[in-house]
């Protein structure tokens, strides 16, 4: 009997010589078999979406909120239909391949070869493990302090007893994290088929912002997820959701592997689930809410979700900012950010700002980019009285000295650790992008004493001077732009800015002609006037402003979403730029080592064509010894986005590009080649 030696791919070879009716389909084997040795595909698949995308989204889930309104089980019956679709067409392929190597096992048992039918058994087994390795989860944890019942038996005295009432599966892991926010996480021990490890996540500043009765309503909400009071049905597709959304993500990393037999499948499935699944991943909110409200009460549940939207604008608008803020000093990031948050929560905040935030989350509207509904629907689908939506006042003890006492703060120090390690590397960039506009700022400086600068140089200098200086400092800059300049919109909405700061009413004049002179800044215009009107008490005025934002917000959101994506379709055009703007530009280029030659184009835009748009094409290279070759390609772009004297919209990308026909669309645009 011939003994077999070849490796499996001359294996695969002499399988479809042997049978030729599967030449279609045995090579999937080979990739699928040989996983981490045969190269794949490479596809995009991710659940961003474009704009086309995003309008036949909104459109599909509208009709599927009618279709659960007035045909709720039809609509269950299509979801659930859905969603077992794709484990069919796992178990498909998985069968697929199995049976071509069977039929080839067969027919080569019949033919009396031993060793090729043991390669074959070889084969099903590595089949088997291939795809089990493709739709394995390895669920990646979030950070926090581990907590356990010694340190804190009333917490999980209180998680367990909420657990039994609701019919929940008991939390496997309790973390302490960071954040204002909690949650539980299901990892599926074995993939696709289950077998759940729960973890649940406590944010420590959440804690410290609610009083314990309004805390026990978030924890019944995060449990009720989880309920087996409720629908099971609903439960199941809430999991499922985020196994697919992993799976999305996570094929088109895969390199090496087999992916790509599924990720055609996925490409198709998963942005399909999603809008399927939507209504009643919504709709799961509501119902987490009801838990909230059976176990704490409706004002308490009213009063947590009031409280939490309060506070994460305060921390998005006002904390965290000015925490950041500190890096164009520091070198190193405050060793005591989460102290000091947790320190201004047991404070609390003005009467006025509570309210202020309050009327921001109370304008808020349900969109389609996130299940979690506005705050405004979720009082009134819980039946709370919207005429007694008011800041609810600080508690006298919160959630966090209730179950922590003494150890809050020990606890504290370590998040405080927790959170100066995480940032230390952004932080890094931060204050090294200060330094290098501290410098930008000099060399503007020495050569404003030498020669008039050009407009984009002044405005430059300006934005600079109020970044890194006192912002009434960059007054008389701005208006020196202006002199020359006065529709200048970005110099007209940042002297505006500093001007409202001061309580100055000029500075609605200039915010006004910025919103006017160009549409994307309508947007943060209306939100600084908003706010100038609220602190002014003048609330007619500010809900005008606030409306007209709302208005132009998500259109706004599509301008943004519009001008980050390129391809060799887009047309492009010369730039058009003064010859005197396009020197500035390269003498500045010209500073950096890695860059070798740049190229500016402008891009068509539909939404808003009168705003020009640019792209920076950058073509780097090899500096002897330089510190700029081990910079990545994310850096330069930072670096140049931040750093350039041009206050036109723009992106920088870099050449190559792994579109080649991109850049020869690029590199033919006459006059696109401005530095060299």
Same mark, same amino acid.
């Given at each position: 009997?011939?003994?077999?030696?070849?490796?499996?791919?001359?294996?695969?070879?002499?399988?479809?010589?042997?049978?030729?009716?599967?030449?279609?389909?045995?090579?999937?084997?080979?990739?699928?078999?040989?996983?981490?040795?045969?190269?794949?595909?490479?596809?995009?698949?991710?659940?961003?979406?474009?704009?086309?995308?995003? /309008?036949?989204?909104?459109?599909?889930?509208?009709?599927?909120?009618?279709?659960?309104?007035?045909?709720?089980?039809?609509?269950? *019956?299509?979801?659930?239909?859905?969603?077992?679709?794709?484990?069919?067409?796992?178990?498909?392929?998985?069968? #697929?391949?199995?049976?071509?190597?069977?039929?080839?096992?067969?027919?080569?048992?019949?033919?009396?070869?031993?060793?090729?039918?043991?390669?074959?058994?070889?084969?099903?087994?590595?089949?088997?493990?291939?795809?089990?390795?493709?739709?394995?989860?390895?669920?990646?944890?979030?950070?926090?302090?581990?907590?356990?019942?010694?340190?804190?038996?009333?917490?999980?005295?209180?998680?367990?007893?909420?657990?039994?009432?609701?019919?929940?599966?008991?939390?496997?892991?309790?973390?302490?994290?960071?954040? #204002?926010?909690?949650?539980?996480?299901?990892?599926?021990?074995?993939?696709?088929?289950?077998?759940?490890?729960?973890?649940?996540?406590?944010?420590?500043?959440?804690?410290?912002?609610?009083?314990?009765?309004?805390?026990?309503?978030?924890?019944?909400?995060? #449990?009720?997820?989880?309920?087996?009071?409720?629908?099971?049905?609903?439960?199941?597709?809430?999991?499922?959701?985020?196994?697919?959304?992993?799976?999305?993500?996570?094929?088109?990393?895969?390199?090496?592997?087999?992916?790509?037999?599924?990720?055609?499948?996925?490409?198709?499935?998963?942005?399909?689930?999603?809008?399927?699944?939507?209504?009643?991943?919504?709709?799961?909110?509501?119902?987490?809410?009801?838990?909230?409200?059976?176990?704490? &009460?409706?004002?308490?549940?009213?009063?947590?979700?009031?409280?939490?939207?309060?506070?994460?604008?305060?921390?998005?608008?006002?904390?965290?900012?000015?925490?950041?803020?500190?890096?164009?000093?520091?070198?190193?990031?405050?060793?005591?950010?989460?102290?000091?948050?947790?320190?201004?929560?047991?404070?609390?905040?003005?009467?006025?700002?509570?309210?202020?935030?309050?009327?921001?989350?109370?304008?808020?509207?349900?969109?389609?980019?996130?299940?979690?509904?506005?705050?405004?629907?979720?009082?009134?689908?819980?039946?709370?009285?919207?005429?007694?939506?008011?800041?609810?006042?600080?508690?006298?003890?919160?959630?966090?000295?209730?179950?922590?006492? /003494?150890?809050?703060?020990?606890?504290?120090?370590?998040?405080?650790?927790?959170?100066?390690?995480?940032?230390?590397?952004?932080?890094?960039?931060?204050?090294?992008?200060?330094?290098?506009?501290?410098?930008?700022?000099?060399?503007?400086?020495?050569?404003?004493?030498?020669?008039?600068?050009?407009?984009?140089?002044?405005?430059?200098?300006?934005?600079?001077?109020?970044?890194?200086? /006192?912002?009434?400092?960059?007054?008389?800059?701005?208006?020196?732009?202006?002199?020359? /300049?006065?529709?200048?919109?970005?110099?007209?909405?940042?002297?505006?800015?500093?001007?409202?700061?001061?309580?100055?009413?000029?500075? *609605?004049?200039?915010?006004?002609?910025?919103?006017?002179?160009?549409?994307?800044?309508?947007?943060?215009?209306?939100?600084?006037?908003?706010?100038?009107?609220?602190?002014?008490?003048?609330?007619?005025?500010?809900?005008?402003?606030?409306?007209?934002?709302?208005?132009?917000?998500?259109?706004?959101?599509?301008?943004?979403?519009?001008?980050?994506?390129?391809?060799?379709?887009?047309?492009?055009?010369?730039?058009?730029?003064?010859?005197?703007?396009?020197?500035?530009?390269?003498?500045?280029?010209?500073?950096?080592?890695?860059?070798?030659?740049?190229?500016?184009?402008?891009?068509?835009?539909?939404?808003?064509?009168?705003?020009?748009?640019?792209?920076?094409?950058?073509?780097?290279?090899?500096?002897?010894?330089?510190?700029?070759?081990?910079?990545?390609?994310?850096?330069?772009?930072?670096?140049?986005?931040?750093?350039?004297?041009?206050?036109?919209?723009?992106?920088? *990308?870099?050449?190559?590009?792994?579109?080649?026909?991109?850049?020869?669309?690029?590199?033919?645009?006459? &006059?696109?080649?401005?530095?060299?």
């Amino acid at each position: 009997m011939e003994l077999y030696h070849g490796n499996f791919q001359d294996l695969l070879g002499r399988i479809l010589w042997i049978a030729p009716s599967c030449k279609i389909l045995a090579p999937t084997i080979g990739f699928l078999l040989l996983y981490g040795l045969a190269p794949s595909q490479k596809g995009k698949l991710s659940m961003a979406m474009t704009i086309e995308q995003q /309008e036949r989204f909104e459109t599909l889930v509208r009709q599927l909120e009618k279709d659960s309104r007035h045909h709720p089980t039809n609509y269950q *019956i299509k979801v659930a239909l859905l969603a077992i679709l794709g484990y069919a067409y796992i178990l498909f392929v998985f069968l #697929l391949l199995l049976g071509i190597i069977w039929g080839a096992r067969t027919f080569l048992v019949a033919a009396s070869s031993e060793a090729l039918t043991n390669q074959l058994n070889l084969m099903a087994i590595l089949v088997s493990l291939g795809v089990l390795r493709l739709f394995w989860i390895d669920t990646k944890i979030p950070k926090g302090l581990p907590l356990d019942r010694l340190h804190a038996p009333e917490l999980f005295a209180t998680i367990d007893r909420l657990a039994t009432i609701l019919q929940a599966p008991k939390c496997d892991r309790v973390f302490l994290t960071d954040e #204002l926010n909690a949650g539980v996480l299901q990892s599926p021990r074995l993939g696709l088929l289950g077998w759940q490890q729960n973890y649940l996540f406590l944010g420590l500043p959440l804690m410290q912002a609610l009083s314990l009765q309004q805390f026990r309503a978030v924890l019944a909400h995060e #449990l009720g997820h989880l309920s087996g009071n409720h629908s099971h049905f609903s439960n199941w597709i809430y999991r499922l959701r985020k196994i697919w959304f992993e799976l999305a993500e996570r094929f088109p990393e895969q390199e090496n592997s087999g992916s790509f037999l599924f990720q055609w499948f996925f490409h198709w499935y998963a942005p399909y689930f999603h809008a399927y699944s939507f209504v009643l991943v919504r709709a799961n909110e509501y119902e987490a809410d009801r838990c909230g409200v059976e176990l704490a &009460g409706l004002k308490n549940e009213a009063q947590a979700d009031i409280n939490l939207a309060i506070y994460s604008y305060f921390l998005h608008k006002s904390f965290w900012p000015t925490i950041y803020q500190q890096a164009e000093q520091h070198a190193e990031p405050p060793s005591d950010a989460i102290t000091q948050l947790l320190q201004q929560l047991k404070i609390g905040l003005s009467p006025r700002e509570a309210a202020k935030w309050l009327d921001r989350a109370l304008a808020h509207r349900t969109d389609y980019e996130d299940t979690h509904p506005c705050l405004l629907d979720r009082l009134t689908a819980i039946g709370y009285d919207l005429d007694q939506i008011q800041p609810p006042e600080p508690p006298t003890q919160t959630a966090a000295e209730y179950f922590f006492g /003494e150890l809050l703060w020990s606890f504290a120090d370590g998040l405080d650790r927790e959170w100066k390690n995480e940032v230390a590397g952004s932080w890094e960039k931060l204050y090294l992008r200060a330094q290098q506009q501290r410098r930008n700022l000099a060399a503007l400086d020495e050569k404003a004493q030498k020669r008039a600068l050009t407009v984009e140089e002044m405005w430059k200098r300006a934005c600079l001077t109020s970044t890194l200086q /006192e912002a009434h400092k960059a007054i008389a800059l701005f208006q020196q732009v202006l002199e020359v /300049e006065p529709n200048h919109p970005l110099a007209n909405y940042q002297l505006g800015k500093i001007l409202i700061e001061k309580n100055d009413f000029q500075g *609605i004049n200039y915010l006004e002609k910025a919103i006017a002179t160009d549409p994307e800044l309508v947007v943060p215009g209306c939100d600084l006037l908003y706010d100038f009107y609220q602190n002014q008490g003048k609330i007619k005025q500010s809900k005008f402003y606030q409306q007209k934002g709302q208005k132009y917000y998500c259109l706004w959101k599509r301008t943004q979403q519009e001008r980050s994506r390129i391809s060799h379709e887009t047309p492009l055009f010369p730039h058009q730029l003064a010859d005197g703007e396009v020197r500035q530009l390269s003498e500045q280029l010209s500073t950096y080592p890695e860059i070798k030659k740049t190229y500016l184009v402008r891009q068509k835009v539909t939404l808003f064509p009168e705003k020009a748009f640019y792209i920076f094409a950058i073509v780097l290279q090899t500096v002897k010894g330089a510190e700029a070759n081990r910079k990545s390609h994310e850096e330069i772009i930072d670096r140049l986005e931040n750093d350039l004297n041009f206050s036109g919209n723009f992106r920088v *990308i870099i050449l190559p590009n792994s579109n080649l026909k991109l850049e020869q669309a690029i590199c033919k645009i006459s &006059g696109s080649c401005i530095y060299y």
